[in-house]
């Protein structure tokens, strides 16, 4: 592992105070390093793999990492926080985080390399090492396997993992010939017999993490496990041999399982992944139980695509489907903002120095005067207009891109640009994204020769699934769109009164519910979709989404200020951090809170961000930047209004937190300091 890691990658004092923080502090490092080429377009791909799934583990590990096109050369980076750093883990904050970078087309070589350190990680004796170590150098040895860590002997040779760092390829087919020999032996000495599969959505960690856990859990409990790893590192197959003598399998995946029907007719347990490396005993337990209760799974003939359900009886299919396409829609979200940050505060601008009616100015590349304010407002206006063009279809690449690689960013492009022709707007580009990534996947599931496979993915694919979103979006749904488009736009505009204060409290509730989870993300992409074809309405939900998803953090760190014995000495840390963070429009900085005392915490900013959007809504704030908190108060419709709705909000939310909090209080020992010494993290965005 000797060209992943060096000492300039190591960081034994992480200062970051968030997860995004801690993947940009280490990211740079690595940018530095001449390892990734673009630093904002690499952390775009870690935070799409975060939405994917929390990358926190129990034991204080967080692993962000993901494949990218801007990563030049395989990478680890590794950061130690004193503070923690919330990763979603169930335990509790992260100090040990890894930074993986691996490019698109990474080999096998550094791939296997990086699942043998996922699976080090699950070793106590090797985290405590690294806790323990005070040279990046000495550190940086360690993780690459040239100094053994404490009591546990010397570590492979850098570069060469040991035996039980590859996947189960040779495993699996080494102990075939010993279990065919007696599939049926049921003596009393014959040990229970496990077949796992594991596997996550980029193949590099989490899915040899379970197999490691699930591997180490079974021998703890006297039971056979054989893992086979579905990663990037390969995808070795059990011998039939080993599935025949199998007592159970389990499933511990993100994404499908593939040649499912290898399993039919056994015990099933069907979890994701992170339950492979958080409980394997729980699930080797259950699956002793479906085995004594004789139950059988009915997984189908063959198809190892969405639509071959696995019958396990855990609906997990059903939600891996629902977290892909959450996902699909969140890559194409996450490659648009940019374009809606940049092209919003430009037009903002624009509007600050011109006026409104900037928008009406000639063309700059006709009539351009160097001394007039006039003709700077009108640059700004027109090349913010510019960036807008591109949302749409940016949006729509995007999703397809995320649903099925490079092959389908034409015709996703194609298909967005056409949404805008036929005046579908966000929506059109929704259903042209997941239209030309639907088309693609069917088109590299036809078997073709040999000869053609080169041209295929630069060539056949985009032209055929071009030409057909094309016909799709002009002729089948582009009309139908653009009328369900056009009736939201003019709901949003009609907006008044009443309906648009009842707008506010939802969009409030959702963006304070779960602060960065499924439904907060959810409203934001409601808003900046918004922002896509703006108007009135849109951009009044806008000011809504960000003004209440400002007030958890900002409410948590007041509360931390004017009742500090409320809460325990690592709240009140945090809550300092929490006033920058609140500021920002970073509502992700209110989880160590809501996490340690939910039921009491996240009603209250449920609360405040209910009174927030409905004021915010009911002044008429406006707002065009997708993003920055108080940063961009300057270029809010309303602006002194916008903040009187932020605190009003901030307040609510506080006497609550206050109030619920002290009315649990029994002893004169501060009851955050009994009942929880450290505050502990769960969610994430």
Same mark, same amino acid.
């Given at each position: 592992?000797?060209?992943?890691?060096?000492?300039?990658?190591?960081?034994?004092?992480?200062?970051?105070?968030?997860?995004?923080?801690?993947?940009?502090?280490?990211?740079?490092?690595?940018?530095?390093?001449?390892?990734?080429?673009?630093?904002?377009?690499?952390?775009?791909?870690?935070?799409?793999?975060?939405?994917?799934?929390?990358?926190?583990?129990?034991?204080?590990?967080?692993?962000?990492?993901?494949?990218?096109?801007?990563?030049?050369?395989?990478?680890?980076?590794?950061?130690?926080?004193?503070?923690?750093?919330?990763?979603?883990?169930?335990?509790?904050?992260?100090?040990?985080?890894?930074?993986?970078?691996?490019?698109?087309?990474?080999?096998?070589?550094?791939?296997?390399?990086?699942?043998?350190?996922?699976?080090?990680?699950?070793?106590?004796?090797?985290?405590?090492?690294?806790?323990?170590?005070?040279?990046?150098?000495?550190?940086?040895?360690?993780?690459?396997?040239?100094?053994?860590?404490?009591?546990?002997?010397?570590?492979?040779?850098?570069?060469?993992?040991?035996?039980?760092? %590859?996947?189960?390829?040779?495993?699996?087919?080494?102990?075939?010939?010993?279990?065919?020999?007696?599939?049926?032996?049921?003596?009393?000495?014959?040990?229970?017999?496990?077949?796992?599969?594991?596997?996550?959505?980029?193949?590099?960690?989490?899915?040899?993490?379970?197999?490691?856990?699930?591997?180490?859990?079974?021998?703890?409990?006297?039971?056979?496990?054989?893992?086979?790893?579905?990663?990037?590192?390969?995808?070795?197959?059990?011998?039939?041999?080993?599935?025949?003598?199998?007592?159970?399998?389990?499933?511990?995946?993100?994404?499908?399982?593939?040649?499912?029907?290898?399993?039919?007719?056994?015990?099933?347990?069907?979890?994701?992944?992170?339950?492979?490396?958080?409980?394997?005993?729980?699930?080797?337990?259950?699956?002793?139980?479906?085995?004594?209760?004789?139950?059988?799974?009915?997984?189908?003939?063959?198809?190892?695509?969405?639509?071959?359900?696995?019958?396990?009886?855990?609906?997990?299919?059903?939600?891996?489907?629902?977290?892909?396409?959450?996902?699909?829609?969140?890559?194409? %979200?996450?490659?648009?903002?940019?374009? !809606?940050?940049?092209?919003?505060?430009?037009?903002?601008?624009?509007?600050?120095?011109?006026?409104?009616?900037?928008?009406?100015?000639?063309?700059?590349?006709?009539?351009?005067?160097?001394?007039?304010?006039?003709?700077?407002?009108?640059?700004?206006?027109?090349?913010?207009?510019?960036?807008?063009?591109?949302?749409?279809?940016?949006?729509?690449?995007?999703?397809?891109?995320?649903?099925?690689?490079?092959?389908?960013?034409?015709?996703?492009?194609?298909?967005?640009?056409?949404?805008?022709?036929?005046?579908?707007?966000?929506?059109?580009?929704?259903?042209?994204?997941?239209?030309?990534?639907?088309?693609?996947?069917?088109?590299?599931?036809?078997? %073709?020769?040999?000869?053609?496979?080169?041209?295929?993915?630069?060539?056949?694919?985009?032209?055929?699934?071009?030409?057909?979103?094309?016909?799709?979006?002009?002729?089948?749904?582009?009309?139908?769109?653009?009328?369900?488009?056009?009736?939201?736009?003019?709901?949003?505009?009609?907006?008044?009164?009443?309906?648009?204060?009842?707008?506010?409290?939802?969009?409030?509730?959702?963006?304070?519910?779960?602060?960065?989870?499924?439904?907060?993300?959810?409203?934001?992409?409601?808003?900046?979709?918004?922002?896509?074809?703006?108007?009135?309405?849109?951009?009044?939900?806008?000011?809504?989404?960000?003004?209440?998803?400002?007030?958890?953090?900002?409410?948590?760190?007041?509360?931390?200020?004017?009742?500090?014995?409320?809460?325990?000495?690592?709240?009140?840390?945090?809550?300092?951090?929490?006033?920058?963070?609140?500021?920002?429009?970073?509502?992700?900085?209110?989880?160590?809170?809501?996490?340690?005392?939910?039921?009491?915490?996240?009603?209250?900013?449920?609360?405040?961000?209910?009174?927030?959007?409905?004021?915010?809504?009911?002044?008429?704030?406006?707002?065009?930047?997708?993003?920055?908190?108080?940063?961009?108060?300057?270029?809010?419709?309303?602006?002194?209004?916008?903040?009187?709705?932020?605190?009003?909000?901030?307040?609510?939310?506080?006497?609550?937190? !206050?109030?619920?909090?002290?009315?649990?209080?029994?002893?004169?020992?501060?009851?955050?300091?009994?009942?929880?010494?450290?505050?502990?993290?769960?969610?994430?965005?």
């Amino acid at each position: 592992m000797s060209e992943l890691i060096t000492a300039e990658l190591v960081d034994l004092d992480l200062s970051a105070a968030t997860k995004d923080a801690a993947a940009r502090s280490l990211a740079e490092r690595m940018v530095a390093a001449h390892r990734v080429t673009d630093l904002d377009g690499f952390l775009a791909d870690v935070a799409a793999r975060e939405a994917q799934m929390p990358t926190g583990l129990d034991g204080g590990i967080g692993i962000p990492h993901c494949r990218s096109e801007h990563v030049s050369a395989p990478t680890l980076a590794f950061g130690r926080s004193a503070r923690g750093i919330d990763f979603g883990a169930a335990d509790g904050p992260a100090d040990l985080i890894f930074l993986i970078a691996a490019p698109a087309g990474a080999d096998d070589d550094h791939l296997t390399i990086l699942s043998g350190l996922a699976r080090r990680l699950m070793d106590p004796e090797f985290t405590a090492a690294l806790r323990a170590g005070d040279d990046p150098g000495t550190v940086a040895a360690l993780i690459r396997g040239e100094e053994p860590a404490p009591e546990t002997g010397a570590a492979p040779e850098a570069g060469t993992p040991e035996p039980a760092d %590859v996947p189960e390829a040779k495993a699996p087919g080494a102990e075939a010939p010993e279990r065919a020999a007696s599939p049926t032996d049921d003596g009393d000495d014959a040990p229970f017999r496990i077949v796992a599969v594991t596997s996550c959505p980029t193949g590099i960690a989490h899915t040899y993490m379970a197999a490691e856990s699930l591997t180490a859990a079974g021998r703890a409990e006297g039971v056979e496990v054989t893992v086979e790893t579905q990663g990037s590192a390969g995808f070795s197959k059990l011998d039939p041999a080993v599935i025949a003598a199998a007592d159970a399998v389990i499933w511990a995946h993100d994404v499908e399982v593939r040649e499912k029907a290898r399993f039919r007719g056994k015990p099933l347990v069907d979890v994701g992944v992170k339950a492979g490396i958080n409980r394997p005993s729980e699930l080797i337990a259950e699956a002793r139980r479906k085995a004594e209760r004789g139950e059988i799974s009915a997984v189908p003939e063959g198809g190892d695509g969405p639509e071959a359900g696995d019958g396990g009886g855990s609906g997990a299919d059903g939600a891996h489907f629902g977290v892909r396409l959450r996902t699909y829609l969140m890559s194409g %979200v996450s490659y648009m903002v940019p374009f !809606v940050a940049a092209g919003g505060l430009l037009i903002a601008l624009s509007f600050a120095i011109g006026g409104y009616e900037i928008v009406d100015a000639k063309s700059v590349a006709d009539h351009f005067v160097w001394g007039q304010a006039d003709s700077w407002a009108a640059l700004l206006n027109q090349i913010g207009s510019a960036a807008f063009g591109f949302l749409v279809p940016v949006l729509a690449g995007y999703i397809a891109y995320g649903m099925a690689d490079r092959p389908a960013l034409v015709p996703g492009f194609v298909g967005g640009a056409i949404a805008l022709t036929v005046e579908a707007g966000f929506l059109g580009g929704l259903v042209a994204g997941l239209l030309a990534g639907a088309v693609v996947m069917a088109i590299q599931r036809v078997p %073709v020769h040999p000869t053609l496979r080169g041209i295929m993915p630069v060539l056949v694919i985009p032209l055929i699934a071009s030409a057909v979103v094309g016909f799709l979006m002009f002729i089948v749904v582009g009309k139908p769109i653009a009328a369900l488009q056009g009736a939201l736009t003019d709901w949003l505009n009609g907006l008044s009164g009443s309906n648009a204060v009842i707008l506010g409290v939802v969009l409030g509730l959702m963006m304070c519910f779960d602060m960065g989870g499924p439904l907060n993300k959810v409203a934001y992409a409601f808003a900046v979709g918004g922002l896509a074809d703006p108007t009135d309405g849109s951009l009044k939900v806008m000011a809504a989404v960000m003004a209440a998803g400002m007030v958890p953090p900002l409410a948590l760190a007041l509360a931390t200020t004017v009742r500090k014995k409320l809460f325990t000495r690592t709240e009140r840390e945090n809550g300092r951090a929490a006033w920058v963070l609140g500021a920002s429009f970073i509502t992700e900085g209110a989880i160590p809170f809501a996490a340690a005392d939910p039921l009491r915490v996240i009603p209250s900013v449920m609360a405040g961000g209910a009174v927030t959007g409905a004021l915010s809504m009911a002044f008429g704030c406006t707002l065009r930047a997708p993003h920055g908190g108080i940063f961009v108060v300057p270029l809010i419709g309303e602006p002194f209004l916008y903040l009187l709705a932020i605190a009003a909000g901030t307040l609510v939310a506080t006497a609550l937190v !206050v109030l619920l909090k002290g009315a649990r209080r029994t002893t004169a020992v501060p009851a955050g300091e009994a009942a929880a010494p450290e505050a502990r993290v769960g969610a994430t965005a």
